[in-house]
């Protein structure tokens, strides 16, 4: 019988799921995901490749765990910081600079694009989990059209350009050369929304 980490079986579970978490991120920040098997997690885990089948059905199942995970980690992360915020320019800055600094995997995984190697049906739930961030991004717009801190516009394709500037592989390690370019990247969003001068200067 496999050993019991944790105090039980759900933290055992929940330790597990968390460790093939980590060895999928690992992997994908080395190689592209249509090079990694379920073999190569388990092993980077630490845990049997039963082990992993016990928690999921196949390496796609297992990337939309792992997506649905930090998606829901970082809004609540989002959310958090929003929460100290009143200004909708400043709470654009916030999700800005949260945006910005996410390293995430969908982005910065080496090799092909992930959606020309997962299935319809996976790119679909996928794209659910982008539509939580997004969702936060439109109540930021939505509000700050209400008082006048943006101008009137469409916002369906605004949340598109803006997760565009923010979500490419451009924005470089080095800090210096980082904080640079979310500072620019910052400029140019608020520039294009058109928050009110006094307060995106």
Do not use: W
Not at 118 to 135: D, P
């Amino acid at each position: 019988m496999p050993k019991i980490i944790g105090k039980s079986l759900h933290e055992h579970r929940q330790m597990t799921r968390h460790k093939l978490f980590a060895a999928l991120s690992t992997l994908m920040a080395e190689r592209g995901f249509d090079t990694i098997t379920l073999a190569d997690i388990a092993t980077a885990a630490g845990v049997g490749r039963t082990a992993v089948y016990n928690h999921f059905s196949d390496k796609e199942s297992l990337l939309l765990g792992f997506i649905t995970h930090e998606t829901e980690q970082y809004a609540l992360t989002l959310e958090r910081a929003l929460a100290e915020v009143q200004d909708p320019v400043e709470q654009l800055r916030t999700y800005i600079r949260q945006q910005a600094q996410l390293a995430r995997v969908f982005h910065l995984a080496p090799g092909p694009d992930l959606r020309t190697v997962l299935s319809r049906s996976t790119q679909n739930r996928l794209r659910e989990h982008a539509e939580i961030v997004e969702s936060i991004l439109k109540r930021i717009l939505h509000e700050g059209i209400a008082v006048g801190s943006f101008p009137r516009q469409d916002i369906e394709p605004t949340v598109q350009l803006v997760n565009a500037c923010l979500s490419g592989r451009l924005i470089p390690e080095e800090p210096e050369a980082r904080e640079r370019a979310i500072s620019a990247a910052e400029t140019f969003v608020l520039r294009a929304v058109g928050a009110r001068p006094s307060l995106a200067a």
